[in-house]
């Protein structure tokens, strides 16, 4: 018995991700609909999860420009996923997409700047992400990603 109830719950979430692949709605009830957006949503097996997703989101980044002893311009990116720092910087700055949560963070990038460079003076902290072209636009001219930005500010240490 306990095969055939997990079997069926697997058979049901391939099917829930199967649908919610092709974006298809359930059906016209939305008690149904809401119930069935909500288990994709818990278990990404609906339109969100991001392999079938059509729609899957701009790689968002954190670019800065410190000037370092008055004389040379260092730039550092963060959200690119290159260490463990970098990787929880990128699931924050995807989680929360709004304008008050990328102040916050730029703050974060700020301090995190300054105690990497002691003697940096101001830096440019430039929130933003990469909009890639659309398929046609990439096959007429090999256009590459565009930087939209989003947020931005300047921060000096006191």
């Known amino acids: 018995m306990k095969d055939k109830l997990l079997k ?11 649908l919610g692949s092709g974006l298809m709605k359930f059906s016209d009830n939305k008690v149904f609909d809401g119930l069935m957006l909500r288990y994709s949503s818990w278990t990404g097996g609906g339109f969100g999860y991001s392999f079938f997703s059509p729609n ?6 954190v670019k800065t420009y410190t000037l370092i ?18 990787c929880r910087f990128s699931s924050v700055l995807h989680t929360f997409r709004n304008h008050k949560a990328y102040e916050l963070m730029s703050r974060v990038v700020a301090s995190y700047i300054f105690a990497k460079y002691p003697n ?3 830096t440019y902290i430039s929130i ?11 096959r007429l001219s090999r256009k590459k990603n565009q930087f939209r930005e989003i947020c931005n500010g300047t921060y ?3």
């Open 8 to 18: 069926g719950f697997l058979f049901f979430h391939l099917c829930i991700v199967v």
């Open 120 to 122: 940096a003076g101001p």
């Open 156 to 158: 000096t240490y006191k």
């Open 56 to 61: 899957v989101g701009n790689q968002t980044v």
């Open 128 to 138: 933003g992400e990469y909009m890639p072209p659309t398929m046609s636009e990439y």
């Open 69 to 86: 002893g008055h004389k040379t311009l260092k730039q550092d990116a963060f959200g690119t996923g290159r260490d463990i720092l970098d």
